[in-house]
């Protein structure tokens, strides 16, 4: 098999990963294993769950960590050297994020279009209160002894949201300050 047939098939096995999985980067990684450990046969079932692990461990979302590192390992397994590699890595993060890429810019344009439109408008406004409540929904689910184990982790949260509405501080500043206020407290 060649390098530019192993592109090929890198580009469009993260191409329908990405553009066919619902619900976020960990309902990738079922997808990515079967293609990249039965299908392909590219990585061993071993190499795929340290991929898996260090995609974890790494900042961003873990489906696409997950494709950068299975694009470098699927071409430094064929021999490649570090310029392929690194290409391959290029390769299938490209791919996997290509999908939404393009679903979005569509969007864009159809709500540009339409947003005069009487009924397109109505749809944006009943949409509304369902984000509002999957957004709820997923703060309800945090709020768990995990996440808040004692009053110190209230107290962070209280003021943070306090600092947002009626301060109306920044998201990011608030995530820097209260990522500085927790390494001083605990």
Request: hydrophobic share 55%.
């Given at each position: ?11 469009m ?10 619900g976020g980067?960990?309902?990738?990684l079922?997808?990515i294993?079967?293609?990249v ?14 991929i ?9 979302p873990?489906g696409?960590n ?20 690194i ?6 993060t490209?791919a996997v994020?290509l999908?939404?890429f ?17 009924i ?12 509002a ?15 808040f ?6 107290m962070?949260?209280a ?13 990011i ?6 990522g ?7």
């Open positions: 098999m060649t390098f530019l047939s192993i592109f090929f098939e890198l580009f096995t993260f191409f329908v990963i990405g553009l066919f999985t619902i980067g960990y309902a990738m079922s997808l294993q079967t293609q450990v039965s299908v392909h046969g590219w990585l061993d079932e071993g190499t795929f769950t340290d898996v692990a260090i995609s974890q461990m790494t900042p961003g873990i696409i997950c494709a950068t590192y299975v694009g470098y390992d699927v071409f430094s397994h064929a021999g490649a050297g570090e310029f392929l590699c290409m391959g890595s290029f390769t299938a490209l994020v999908p939404s393009i679903i979005v810019l569509f969007l864009c344009k159809a709500y540009t279009k339409f947003s005069d439109n009487k397109f408008s109505g749809v944006m406004t009943g949409l509304k209160p369902a984000v409540g999957l957004i709820g929904a997923a703060a309800v689910i945090l709020i768990t002894p995990e996440n184990p004692d009053w110190k982790s209230w962070l949260f003021a943070a949201f306090i600092a947002s509405i009626w301060f109306r501080l920044n998201p500043a608030a995530i820097i300050m209260g500085v206020a927790g390494i001083l407290i605990y």
